[in-house]
């Protein structure tokens, strides 16, 4: 009896997969019925849930998980070889209730309307429009580096730990429902990953993990960085999971924080996407608009780019190989070149809103 539930639990892989791939085919029906029905409900429970813990559960069950795959592997090795049959049909039943649980709990907001037409806004952008903010955003960047600094070359320090930005990070969605109240954000669960350093070598500074929707940050990585990221992951949390979108959210819910940090991390961190899709553009205007970022802001950049230099490792290229194809797997056909079209939304957002 056991044999034959595995078995049909195994062949359910077959229906589900299909059954994605139509719902992929009607993002009207997943924004109206997942993403903005079913999927709030199981958020905020497990956030209900498992927010309050001061450690990741996530990342403790990802741990007992590998012990446990390891395990089973070892003490099934003969079995392997002379069983495939079963074995197969064994790993299959696991993978079949991963992927159920995976969309159920998460993955079919990868399926949602575009947030630009949510946002109704378009798409496509020129290349005077993209100068136009990038000097918008430089302005206000240089502004309020020289506010925090009184020397504009002078890197920004973070003058809070890990845990109080991770702490303070929900505040800049208060702020944000205003203006897009679908954006509330309660009960919050933003949390140092337990595999921070492993995440590091991977070349990540954080993730959520889809199936206990707890946000996770890497604590290890410099804390100017730390108020965008957490709020790219609160984003992720509320459901939008393209990586673009994440970061245009997570952006905006910077900028729009109350504390004077986040909102520098905030501007600064969509001038970089500015700055360096117009070096792709043309490396002379970039070479010009780069000579008027305050010194500040530069060693800043500075300080991101050697800390993630100083962590490559011949793996990294392996893991961003497998991420990549799991975005594109998921309707993210860019895969992860998809995370610099956050451009085209901060391009047009900008573009109708005036940067005070």
């Given at each position: 009896m056991l044999k034959k539930k595995k078995t049909i639990i195994a062949l359910l892989i077959i229906p589900q997969y299909l059954l994605v791939k139509l719902l992929g085919k009607y993002p009207e029906f997943i924004e109206t019925y997942y993403?903005?029905?079913?999927?709030?409900i199981i958020s905020k429970l497990f956030r209900y849930t498992l927010g309050w813990l001061p450690f990741s559960f996530g990342d403790l069950i990802y741990a007992l998980a590998i012990i446990y795959i390891l395990r089973w592997l070892y003490f099934n090795r003969i079995r392997i070889w002379k069983d495939t049959k079963n074995w197969i049909i064994d790993v299959t039943a696991a993978v079949s209730i991963i992927f159920f649980l995976f969309h159920l709990c998460w993955g079919l907001n990868y399926h949602r309307l575009p947030l630009h037409e949510n946002l109704n806004l378009n798409y496509d952008y020129t290349t005077e429009q993209l100068v136009d903010v990038t000097q918008k955003l430089i302005k206000k960047s240089n502004a309020l580096q020289l506010k925090i600094t009184n020397n504009d070359t002078v890197k920004v320090t973070m003058p809070y730990n890990t845990s109080e930005i991770l702490n303070m990070a929900p505040q800049g969605y208060e702020s944000l429902k205003s203006i897009f109240p679908h954006l509330e954000y309660h009960p919050k669960s933003v949390k140092k990953s337990l595999f921070s350093y492993p995440l590091t070598y991977m070349g990540f500074s954080g993730y959520l993990n889809p199936l206990t929707n707890e946000a996770q940050v890497d604590a290890i990585i410099p804390t100017i960085k730390i108020p965008t990221t957490s709020s790219h992951e609160i984003a992720h949390q509320l459901g939008y999971a393209a990586e673009n979108e994440a970061n245009f959210i997570g952006c905006l819910a910077a900028i729009n924080h109350n504390d004077i940090y986040f909102n520098y991390?905030?501007?600064?961190?969509g001038l970089r996407y500015c700055l360096n899709e117009i070096y792709f553009r043309d490396e002379c205007l970039y070479e010009d608009l780069v000579a008027d970022v305050n010194?500040?802001?530069l060693k800043n950049y500075k300080e991101t780019?050697?800390?993630?230099?100083?962590?490559q490792n011949p793996l990294e290229p392996f893991f961003k190989i497998f991420y990549n194809n799991y975005l594109k797997a998921n309707q993210q056909s860019k895969g992860m070149e998809s995370y610099s079209y956050v451009v085209a939304l901060l391009s047009n957002y900008f573009d109708e809103n005036i940067l005070d």
């Open positions: 993403s903005n029905g079913l999927y709030p991390a905030g501007y600064t961190f010194e500040g802001i780019r050697d800390f993630w230099e100083a962590h």
